[in-house]
């Protein structure tokens, strides 16, 4: 298979620079990119998540979801269903909800259905798995995709064409400028299933890269905050309370949620959520200190 050659000889190009111009995304500006998918693994998840009620932890207004069958609803603590969301199965265990406003929030569900990690999306690229590339279904992450490329697809807002390739050790994030490739390489660690965040500086908002389980699709999403969530059956342990941990009541729900992971083999889960803490609370050295350590961190 021929791959395209990325030009190395030009390093200034930033993992967001292809985004410095766009607005943030809104439905209009997305048209027919984020539609569900009607392949039947993906029409078995929709099924096997059918009627669980799930609670999110450190979420600030949506505190339980449901898929009704038909609409991911949220429910009320009497069990009220609320208007159904605008929503999407992009793919196997992944669901996205359009907010009314510029942001959206994409659910990341675990293979065995015991959790979800929502995140809210303040910016969104979609590609498609390049010409010259062979679909590849994606059972070991992320060796499967090594060598492949994806290339942006035009959303009407003019944005440079930009392409990525995981080489093996690091993500190539390319933008054509002027019919030549700008690439920066990202060191990157695995946040979710079929997800690579890059690594960045505590303040800044990381990119996840996002692969679709059939190999043909990715997206890129700036994950402005991470959350959690189980079956409103699964036992609930940690029950610190917010004066006693200095956190604000959200982010002490998110953090007893974590404490009970570190009793779990969910490592992947928990440092995502680790790394989450040390950016929301860089202003708070102390406190990211202590709740690093509280959740298992070194």
């Given at each position: 298979?021929?791959?395209?050659?990325?030009?190395?000889g030009a390093f200034a190009f930033l993992a967001v620079a292809c985004l410095t111009a766009m607005a943030l995304p809104t439905r209009a500006q997305t048209p027919g990119a984020f539609t569900s998918k009607t392949y039947p693994e993906v029409d078995?998840?929709?099924?096997?998540?059918?009627?669980?009620?799930?609670?999110?932890?450190g979420t600030n207004t949506l505190k339980r979801l449901q898929f009704t069958g038909e609409n991911m609803v949220s429910l009320s603590p009497s069990g009220r269903a609320s208007a159904p969301y605008d929503s999407a199965f992009v793919d196997v265990g992944v669901v996205r909800l359009n907010f009314s406003g510029p942001n959206t929030a994409w659910y990341f569900f675990s293979d065995d259905l015991k959790y979800v990690t929502p995140t809210t999306v303040v910016g969104e690229l979609a590609y498609k798995?390049?010409?010259?590339?062979?679909?590849?279904?994606?059972?070991?992450?992320?060796?499967?995709?090594?060598?492949?490329v994806w290339d942006f697809e035009d959303d009407g807002r003019n944005l440079n064409p930009t392409r990525v390739r995981w080489n093996g050790t690091q993500l190539e994030v390319g933008v054509l400028r002027n019919n030549a490739w700008d690439v920066k390489k990202h060191d990157v660690v695995v946040a979710e299933r079929r997800v690579l965040e890059t690594k960045s500086e505590p303040a800044r908002i990381p990119?996840?890269?996002?692969?679709?389980?059939?190999?043909t699709e990715a997206w890129m999403l700036q994950v402005q905050d991470v959350f959690g969530g189980q079956p409103s059956n699964a036992p609930v342990k940690s029950s610190r309370t917010a004066s006693e941990t200095g956190l604000k009541l959200q982010h002490n729900d998110l953090a007893n949620y974590g404490e009970d992971l570190t009793a779990t083999s969910e490592h992947v889960r928990l440092d995502t959520i680790r790394r989450y803490f040390q950016r929301s609370l860089a202003k708070q050295p102390d406190v990211a200190k202590s709740t690093h350590v509280r959740l298992g961190g070194k």
């Open positions: 298979m021929h791959l395209p050659t990325f030009s190395t078995a998840f929709a099924s096997s998540i059918k009627g669980t009620i799930w609670e999110l932890r798995l390049a010409k010259t590339g062979t679909p590849k279904r994606i059972k070991n992450f992320p060796a499967d995709i090594q060598n492949q990119s996840w890269y996002v692969f679709s389980s059939d190999g």
